[in-house]
């Protein structure tokens, strides 16, 4: 899927692991050869960390900074762009350059960084549609189970929004929110999100961690708005018995419940290889008890019951990937 807003950084990633010698006769812009060959020099130098510190704490590093460095200068002019190794050597051979490793420290950094047009824009409500689309599709394809599923999710939420009466322009914010609702997996071991079949009580702890990680992302990306709220609330149920913060009625407004009752719809819709596809009435079924029971809004869910034939056919309809 195509970004436009990313288009700029497109070549840079994929020459990404071309060596110097051969990037230096290929047919791109001397802006993409030489951040692609600074992105290939970075990779390589935190692969060797990795590699240095495997078994042992990551700080340990600071012993192993000279062979980090000759590492990097026995390719030099080669695999890397020498003026570029040389002060990649210069850095590694300081032990703060690796304290600020960690994932906190350095987005902390890029907060700092001095604003620059080519990564700082504007974005209107379409730019963010477009960057939580392209998002949507990397969380989604970490499981082959789950592919399509924040689509679907939006088009869902945004739809019964509308039919709700909710304004358009809190219907497209809802949109972003159902898009980027499972952001928070992608900090998820692969390993439950493949696994097949119930997840054990440790897992599913694991699993609902995925909520609290998208609502801090989001926070960081639309820190005045409401979308990382909504996005984090689809597993909130109005009995108080969801997650993370068994939120009651009054917590939950109608975008939360809207977005919590489609992702139920949504996931029940979706082909398993242990079960295949529900039909409508199966789906149904299941959600009848959750509203019956005070979970989910019984008021959405007469919305969604008045056009469930449509909503379902959006839900099951296989897209091109």
């Not at 939120?247 to 992702?263: F, H, T």
């Amino acid at each position: 899927m195509k970004c436009p807003i990313l288009d700029v950084f497109a070549l840079t990633v994929l020459y990404h692991h071309t060596p110097w010698l051969e990037l230096q006769t290929t047919a791109i812009s001397e802006f993409d050869r030489d951040l692609a060959a600074l992105v290939f020099l970075a990779d390589r130098t935190d692969f060797l960390r990795a590699r240095y510190t495997h078994g042992c704490h990551q700080e340990l590093i600071t012993l192993h900074e000279g062979l980090v460095a000759d590492n990097l200068l026995a390719h030099s002019g080669v695999l890397f762009e020498p003026n570029m190794v040389a002060a990649m050597c210069q850095l590694v051979s300081k032990d703060g350059f690796w304290y600020n490793m960690e994932a906190a420290h350095i987005e902390q950094m890029a907060l700092e960084f001095e604003a620059n047009q080519l990564y700082d824009k504007q974005l209107d409500l379409e730019g963010v549609k477009q960057i939580s689309r392209f998002l949507a599709r990397i969380v989604d394809a970490k499981s082959p189970f789950t592919f399509h599923h924040s689509d679907k999710v939006a088009l869902l939420a945004k739809l019964v929004a509308k039919d709700c009466g909710i304004s358009d322009t809190d219907a497209e914010l809802l949109y972003v929110a159902g898009l980027l609702h499972d952001v928070g997996k992608l900090k998820t071991p692969d390993l439950l999100l493949h696994k097949e079949g119930k997840l054990t009580r440790e897992e599913y702890s694991i699993m609902k961690r995925h909520t609290v990680d998208t609502d801090h992302t989001l926070k960081s990306f639309f820190p005045k708005s409401v979308i990382g709220e909504w996005a984090s609330n689809h597993h909130e149920r109005l009995d108080g018995s969801g997650y993370p913060f068994r939120k009651g009625p009054e917590q939950l407004d109608l975008p939360s419940r809207i977005l919590a009752l489609v992702d139920v719809f949504q996931a029940l819709t979706q082909k398993r290889p242990y079960r295949g596809s529900m039909s409508l009435s199966e789906v149904l079924e299941i959600m009848l008890p959750m509203v019956q029971q005070g979970k989910l809004d019984s008021n959405v869910y007469d919305v969604l019951l008045a056009d469930a034939d449509n909503f379902y056919q959006l839900s099951t309809q296989e897209y091109e990937a």
